[in-house]
């Protein structure tokens, strides 16, 4: 099968595919990130609150970089009927 066909198959259920998956997220809120060296396992048990250099980590907000180390903090609830 040539590679165009296999490519006009694929489009509808890709499509279909991301449709779905994006059906019935939750945003996750409340939580607050961290930049830290890596292996600084003590850095998540600090309070956001009362530590300083902890901030908010919004819904569509990104991290990342080369050698870019994280801790994020935060409670969450899951909503009543998710698997």
Same mark, same amino acid.
């Given at each position: 099968?040539?590679? #165009?066909?296999? $490519? @006009? $198959?694929? @489009?509808?259920?890709?499509?279909?595919? $991301?449709?779905?998956?994006?059906?019935? $997220? #939750?945003?996750?809120? !409340?939580?607050?990130?961290? =930049? *830290?060296?890596?292996? =600084?396992?003590?850095?998540?048990?600090?309070?956001?609150? #009362?530590?300083?250099?902890? #901030?908010?980590?919004?819904?569509?907000?990104?991290?990342?970089?080369?050698?870019?180390?994280? *801790?994020? @903090? !935060? !409670?969450?609830?899951?909503?009543?009927? =998710?698997?």
């Amino acid at each position: 099968m040539q590679n #165009t066909e296999l $490519r @006009r $198959r694929a @489009r509808p259920v890709l499509d279909a595919l $991301r449709t779905l998956a994006l059906q019935g $997220r #939750t945003p996750v809120l !409340g939580l607050h990130k961290k =930049s *830290c060296p890596y292996h =600084s396992w003590d850095t998540v048990q600090e309070d956001p609150a #009362t530590t300083p250099g902890w #901030t908010p980590f919004a819904p569509g907000d990104a991290i990342g970089g080369v050698e870019a180390h994280y *801790c994020f @903090r !935060g !409670g969450i609830t899951a909503p009543a009927g =998710s698997a």
